[in-house]
């Protein structure tokens, strides 16, 4: 029987720098599998579309850019499109400035379950820390750190923590409390594609930054899908950056808030508007 095949989906915006050391760290996965790689460009200047390029000449695997026009934040829009256009049977959502380590598509794999999502974690880098490393000749050498490294940089403060290198088994431990939605975040969540679609994906009514992964989240756990906690085996170094406009959060909220207290399980206007141009 064949391995599923992997889309990896990822998100960026105007920051070719970070994804060029993502794309650096996706080129030298190990063990993967089968794999492709969609970038959902929420409307990047024309160094995104030329980076892209650029790399998809040596890529080891199908590189995709889907661009969007830029009207504002709208993430969602952009990870619905690139979905839409996806040919995987598991997807892998994360962000253009979130580093996956050497063994991330594997350790996805394994984690991989009929019926449940996983939910990822990250290890924060500083300010300082990913200025340099980006003006590095290699910015992705960070992913091969070893034991020593990393603690190294956790007692320097470049590291929020020195669990990068960990990998625990935990077993049945990931299934507890699977019924948490505040364990999603689609800086690194992996779920199946027949199930992203169930839901129609993510709701486009979340303009703006916030709560559009938390409102996939609760429905995809209403549709009966449960989310396995992936720490200490799927993890990714996410590159510091300022913090984003949330002039819109209270709005999302609200919203948000009405998904917790309602019953619907499809998305008000989700990724179902894609699927015959894509086709």
Known sequence: MNAPKLSLIV??????????????????????????????????????????????????????????????FRAAAARNKAAAQAKGDYLLFMDGDCLPMPDFCAKHRHLMEQGWCVAGSRVLLSEGFTTSLLASADPAHVVHWSKTDWQAAARRGEAN?????????????????????????????????????????????????????????VRLIRQGVRVKDGRFAVQVLHLWHRENDRSKQPENWARFEATLNGQHIKALQGVDQYLSAAR
């Open 11 to 72: 998100t960026t915006y105007n920051r070719p720098d970070a994804l060029r050391a993502v794309l650096e760290a996706l080129a030298r996965q190990k063990n993967a599998g089968p794999f492709e790689v969609l970038i959902a460009d929420d409307g990047s200047r024309a160094e995104t579309a030329e980076l892209v390029a650029s790399c998809a000449i040596r890529f080891p695997v199908p590189l995709i850019h889907v661009w969007q026009e830029d009207i504002g």
């Open 161 to 217: 923590k020195a669990t990068a290198y960990r990998r625990w088994p935990l077993g049945l431990l990931r299934k507890v409390g699977g019924h948490r939605w505040q364990r999603v975040r689609t800086c690194n969540l992996g779920v199946w594609r027949s199930d992203f679609f169930a839901v129609n994906g993510f709701d486009e009514s979340f303009c703006g930054w916030g709560y559009e992964d938390s409102d996939f989240a």
